[in-house]
């Protein structure tokens, strides 16, 4: 059974810096492209950032210039460094299988972690 693990998370204020982390166990992790997605208070869940196999990066245009997605695939583990945060990006965030790379991105793990709560605040 695979598990994604994600942590890093917290309390901080506008303009500061958090780095979440995302920990797979029981799977080959690094033949898999990866992703940060975030699910804010009554809105749906978005996808952040994504990671390929061979490290290419994409990101929404939100959080362009401001968060990096990058992985070490000898841990089996994902990151997210987000600078400069903002109000906005107040959600729960969660790592799972890139969704714009696998029709059924959810069976790929089979589940999603418990996420990791990141509020920004003053």
């Known amino acids: 059974q695979v598990q994604l693990v994600e942590s890093g998370g917290g309390l901080v204020q506008p303009g500061g810096s958090l780095r979440l982390s995302c920990a797979a166990s029981?799977?080959?992790?690094?033949?898999?492209?990866m992703a940060w997605y975030r699910q804010a208070p009554g809105k749906q869940r978005e996808l952040v950032a994504a990671i390929s196999s061979g490290s290419s990066t994409n990101y929404a245009d939100s959080v362009k210039g401001r968060i990096t997605i990058y992985r070490d695939n000898a841990k089996n583990t994902v990151y997210l460094q987000m600078n400069s945060l903002k109000p906005e990006d107040t959600a729960v965030y969660y790592c799972?299988?890139?969704?714009?790379?696998?029709?059924?991105?959810?069976?790929?793990?089979?589940?999603w972690g418990q996420g990791t709560q990141v509020t920004v605040s003053s």
């Open positions: 029981g799977r080959i992790f690094s033949i898999f492209a």
């Open positions: 799972n299988a890139d969704r714009s790379y696998y029709s059924d991105y959810e069976a790929v793990f089979g589940s």
